[in-house]
């Protein structure tokens, strides 16, 4: 996932207050780091720590950060440990002064990458994917001074899920990779141009939006205005992301053109043809099942209940070493309305399941509870294979939908049934078919080998 937000004011006004509350906004996109890296057009200052937003960015930090061009990052990891050394933005120095990036995405070749450039003298200080693209900025920039051509050249080696927001000199560029795997977007003001991961952030800072950066395209701004260039390796059709809107997007969101929300909300209705069940009431798997629910109930005209309650001031690093605290953690979580659910036969709604434990445990607690049956619908395919362009998903051996049947699913997790939505009924859903789908059908639209046998590959 990850989060970015970048802005490049005209008026010279100091921006990163503003770069503060577009983070606070894609604070769902990562939690685990944060930081932001603010430029004036000579000098780039930045600061970044672990934690939320707000943990780590107290009035102090913010007042020591001065300029008009900022880019900030929310993290969530999937290449590289959870370290301070990982967290963005990366900001290096070269011959040519300082540069800073944020990256929302995953390298597929970064391994091979970094081999080569460490056997050319590099020397890398985190694991992340991320570092590779800048040291391999800085050593096209080596080559050839224009910013243009260095990050073009740049985008022809990677292979992958990227969009980059680069501070360099004056200059704020702004880069969707050629498949358009991970939503970037653009605002506009008076006197800035925004660009965000979603549209949301765009709204909370007050800003219009503009449009959507386009997949295979760089968006320069500099004192001369905005201006765009076609990568030469784009492609005819994009591979976005599915998991944007299934899971991912903040609801109120528009990623392509296309409303989060009401996607959310065709899904339920479609789940409801596809899927039909004579039960009582509908409920949610908070949060990520609630618009589901509401298209389901709708389409099935059955009873709308939230019948499992959450808590939200459960910590994010809940580290249980035994069972019994991982089970009562669940509960923590999670707490079924007695009332609604005693001798109902009950339809919960969630967004996917991976390895089967979390929904074991809730079918478990709903019947526990007094609920007659419960059946259990998906708001996604099965997911059957895992991502190389930046989720962190599990392994082929440990997704349940690889190896079993909805059948033997449900009697696995103890529900009366589990049925998931179809991938025919997803791009109904979405309404456009240039997706990358390929968790649930394996086609994948790069090249995911790799030459390195070091016994991690998510295969």
């Known amino acids: 996932m990850c989060g970015i937000f970048g802005i490049y004011s005209h008026e010279k006004s100091n921006i990163v207050k503003k770069v503060y509350y577009g983070l606070y906004a894609l604070q769902h996109r990562g939690q685990e780091g944060a930081g932001i890296a603010v430029g004036n057009g000579k000098e780039i200052g930045f600061y970044k720590g672990l934690g939320l937003v707000p943990e780590v960015f107290s009035n102090k930090e913010l007042q020591n ?88 050249n740049v985008t022809q080696k990677l292979n992958g899920a990227y969009s ?69 390796n784009a492609k005819e059709k994009a591979s976005s992301c599915m998991f944007e809107y299934v899971y991912f997007a903040r609801p109120d969101s528009v990623i392509d053109g296309v409303s989060v929300y009401e996607v959310r909300r065709n899904i339920g209705k479609i789940l409801a043809r596809e899927a039909p069940e004579e039960v009582d009431i509908v409920s949610p798997v908070p949060d990520s099942g609630i618009i589901f629910s509401q298209g389901y109930t709708e389409e099935a005209e059955v009873p709308y209940y939230e019948a499992l309650i959450k808590n939200r001031y459960i910590g994010r690093t809940f580290i249980l070493p035994t069972q019994e605290e991982r089970d009562l953690a669940v509960r923590l979580k999670l707490n079924p309305v007695k009332y609604l659910l005693k001798d109902k036969k009950v339809m919960l709604i969630d967004d996917s399941i991976v390895r089967g434990t979390t929904s074991g445990k809730i079918m478990k607690m709903a019947k526990k509870a007094g609920a007659k049956k419960v059946h259990l619908r998906i708001g996604s395919p099965r997911i059957i294979s895992p991502c190389f362009y930046g989720i962190d998903m599990a392994t082929t051996k440990e997704l349940i939908a690889n190896s079993k049947t909805d059948e033997e699913i449900a009697e696995m997790i103890g529900a009366d049934s589990v049925a998931y939505l179809s991938i025919e009924g997803l791009v109904e859903a979405i309404g456009r078919d240039d997706l990358c789908l390929a968790c649930l059908n394996e086609e994948y639209p790069t090249d995911v080998s790799c030459k390195f046998e070091c016994g991690n590959c998510k295969k």
């Open 164 to 232: 980059l927001l680069i501070i360099y000199d004056d200059t704020l560029i702004a880069i969707r990779d050629p498949n358009g795997f991970k939503p970037l977007c653009i605002g506009k003001d008076d006197g800035a141009y925004y660009f965000s991961s979603e549209s949301c952030a765009l709204d909370i800072v007050d800003v219009e939006f503009e449009r959507d950066v386009a997949p295979g395209e760089m968006v320069v701004v500099d004192k001369n205005g905005l201006n765009t260039y076609k990568l030469p």
């Open 65 to 152: 950060l001065y300029g008009h061009i900022g880019v900030g990052h929310v993290r969530y990891s999937t290449t590289g440990r959870n370290t301070i050394e990982n967290c963005q933005p990366f900001v290096v120095n070269s011959s040519f002064g300082k540069i800073a990036i944020t990256h929302n995405g995953d390298i597929v070749n970064s391994k091979e990458l970094k081999h080569e450039l460490e056997k050319k003298g590099h020397i890398f200080v985190s694991t992340t994917d991320s570092e590779v693209i800048a040291q391999l900025l800085v050593r096209e920039l080596l080559k050839n001074d224009d910013i243009i051509t260095a990050v073009t």
